[in-house]
């Protein structure tokens, strides 16, 4: 422990009387650098427990920190580390994170923090000792147990991580409900009190709390790496932590090796909720970038038939998994200057050799074999000769047996990364296979994209090579009668992308309206507007944003120009409105320009956004509105310009599921 601590500059002080203190059952506290935030750490005979306030409101009471180990031996039992426990000498650091995101909502982060290292250790038995670290920063806190290396305790079972969040009163939670661990993470939000929740029912991380006076939490973890991933349940009106199991594993969460460490248990704490979407607060969390050279890294725009049903025009060729079919759509990414094609197959067979059914993979599947006939040399070298580049589709359970001969096969072709899907878990099984699928993507040149796939945790600062990842209800699901409204849209705002880089199927340019949509699998329909569906490309943190409609609906079409404009990458990231449930606006900076994206729920409204994020000077607004037939026709937009600067406000008049996307370029001559 003494090496972790080393890692960092910080200030030592010895704290005799508040760890006395804390032994005999009075509190040792820790506030955030501003003072807002305020932690209660102390002992009691069954456990430690904390407590946390923003300002003088108390959000979180007494709430109990302890760990479940497996032991071993012939009759296997169980033990609990948190009764009776001593506190040894705390130790307390201020902190500074000072970093470049390459890949990021904010390419410069400067952030500040308090820290304690409590050590804890059992005074009977094993003499077990471990360390909680707890960090706060202005924009909410995180904890974490740290397991150093120690005599006659060299690796542990964990049954059960017991960490608890008793909430204050009955605050509203927004939460994706989930039936089990083997999930996709894609399910709907729902709103309800805390007291309304069914007990042991499984919640997605984050969530997202509603105190009264106008007071926001949202729950979620940081750094999951050789561990399992967390939800949270309800268990006799606590709140409190469930790990996903391991497959076959009895019961047992989490199987490690001392030295070891927990994910950070992260809290985002504050008055206005879209501090929370500007924080970096769970990259700072994480391991500085663990990749020497990212010149080769590129995020970009994509390409992805499938949404569209593999729309091909009427050709001379038959479509299908042929260097046609694929020609065609290189060729409408390189006319619109989309960066990637993304190779998948056609008609629901992959690409690659696959003796399973569909996309499904058969024990024999092997992604560095095209099917006969596919030369995926001569794609990739067509496609690099229009300044695109290539990019696949992959089902994991296919690529995990052959991961280093694939990725080596990849590099020769040239292809440039992937999307990895149907995951599915985020047991520590899985994590561990994620991570080692990003460290070996990276040693040859490949971006990762997972669907099906849990929450991100920051990990982006250490492996910016993953670009995005699912892990919510998103678009594909138009397709087949389960479409996304307006008001899902806004929901995930305030909890799956508080988590970080979300694909979405974003690009569906065939908006109905609630009576007329159906399901149809080839052109498929979304609901909201045109301009809605333009602002969730700034309002959505992604990396590798799809553009997955087929190119007849995008070319001529109104609101094309603003898609194939808006970057895909970011420097600054602002919010300057972010209501729960009605709307929300978010501008995102690229070198001197701005980009704003404002998206409604099912209810019309007039509002206005404040443009005091804009540095000084003049900016030339390109603004795409809801036109005012767009009731009847949800693709119709008014595209206007107009010079703006920082002490003025766009006034809006959104349509139910509507939008506004606004293009702000800084004009050179900033004289009145």
Not at 276 to 305: M, Q, R, V
Not at 324 to 331: A, G, L, V
Not at 379 to 390: L, T
Request: hydrophobic share 35%; net charge neutral.
């Amino acid at each position: 422990m003494q090496v972790y601590l080393r890692r960092f500059h910080y200030i030592l002080l010895t704290i005799g009387v508040l760890m006395a203190s804390t032994c005999s059952g009075s509190p040792l506290e820790l506030r955030s650098p501003d003072g807002n935030i305020r932690f209660a750490f102390q002992l009691t005979d069954s456990c430690p427990v904390y407590s946390v306030w923003y300002g003088n409101t108390r959000l979180i009471v007494a709430s109990p920190l302890s760990l479940v180990f497996r032991e071993s031996g012939n009759n296997p039992s169980s033990s609990v580390f948190g009764p009776g426990l001593h506190a040894l000498e705390p130790i307390y650091r201020e902190g500074k994170d000072e970093y470049t995101l390459p890949i990021g909502k904010n390419s410069s982060v400067h952030d500040r923090f308090n820290e304690y290292t409590i050590p804890l250790q059992e005074p009977q038995g094993r003499h077990r000792k471990l360390l909680l670290i707890v960090r706060l920063y202005n924009d909410g806190l995180a904890f974490r147990w740290v397991f150093p290396r120690q005599a006659g305790w060299t690796h542990y079972k964990l049954l059960a991580e017991n960490t608890g969040f008793r909430l204050e009163g009955d605050p509203f939670l927004l939460a994706s409900f989930l039936p089990g661990f083997t999930t996709s993470h894609e399910g709907r939000y729902a709103r309800l009190h805390l007291s309304e929740v069914k007990n042991d029912t499984l919640m997605d991380a984050p969530v997202f709390l509603e105190f009264p006076g106008n007071l926001y939490m949202a729950i979620t973890e940081a750094q999951l790496t050789d561990y399992a991933g967390m939800y949270l349940i309800k268990h006799k009106g606590l709140l409190k932590s469930e790990l996903s199991p391991l497959p076959g594993g009895h019961g047992i969460r989490v199987n490690a090796i001392l030295p070891h460490r927990t994910p950070w248990r992260v809290l985002f704490i504050g008055p206005r909720p879209g501090a929370f979407l500007e924080s970096n607060l769970l990259t700072d969390l994480n391991d500085p970038c663990a990749i020497k050279d990212l010149s080769w890294l590129h995020p970009g725009k994509t390409d992805f038939h499938w949404w569209n049903g593999d729309i091909v025009p009427d050709t001379s060729f038959p479509p299908g998994i042929n260097f046609e079919t694929n020609q065609y759509y290189i060729d409408f990414c390189a006319r619109n200057k989309l960066e990637y094609h993304t190779v998948i197959g056609y008609g629901g067979i992959a690409w690659y050799t696959n003796d399973g059914i569909s996309y499904q993979p058969g024990p024999h599947s092997d992604p560095s074999l095209p099917i006969p006939g596919l030369d995926m040399q001569r794609i990739c070298d067509y496609a690099a000769s229009k300044g695109v580049g290539i990019r696949v589709w992959v089902h994991w359970k296919a690529l995990w047996p052959n991961i280093d001969k694939t990725f080596t096969q990849f590099e020769k072709w040239g292809v440039r990364g992937m999307m990895v899907d149907f995951m599915d878990r985020d047991d520590q099984q899985m994590v561990n296979i994620q991570t080692t699928i990003l460290r070996k993507a990276a040693l040859h040149h490949l971006h990762i994209q997972f669907h099906g796939a849990y929450k991100p945790t920051g990990l982006l600062r250490t492996w910016p090579n993953e670009l995005t990842r699912e892990g919510t209800l998103n678009y594909e699901n138009d397709k087949w009668g389960n479409p996304i409204t307006p008001d899902d849209d806004l929901n995930v705002v305030f909890t799956r992308l508080l988590a970080g880089s979300t694909d979405y199927h974003l690009g569906g340019f065939r908006a109905v309206a609630t009576a007329d949509y159906k399901a149809h699998y080839t052109h498929p329909l979304v609901l909201g507007t045109r301009c809605h569906m333009l602002a969730m490309y700034i309002v959505l943190e992604n990396y590798l944003p799809m553009v997955c409609d087929d190119p007849t609906a995008y070319e001529g079409q109104e609101g094309f120009d603003f898609l194939k404009s808006v970057p895909s990458i970011w420097d600054e990231t602002r919010v300057p409105v972010a209501i729960p449930y009605q709307w929300a606006a978010i501008a995102r900076r690229r070198g001197p320009d701005w980009f704003l994206g404002a998206i409604n729920s099912s209810t019309a409204r007039d509002a206005s956004i404040p443009l005091s994020f804009l540095p000084p000077g003049r900016y030339e607004a390109t603004i795409y509105s809801d036109a005012p037939d767009v009731i009847q026709n949800p693709n119709h937009l008014v595209k206007k310009t107009r010079i703006v600067q920082s002490h003025d406000s766009l006034n809006l008049s959104l349509a139910a599921g509507g939008g506004e996307a606004v293009w702000l370029r800084k004009l050179e001559n900033t004289h009145l």
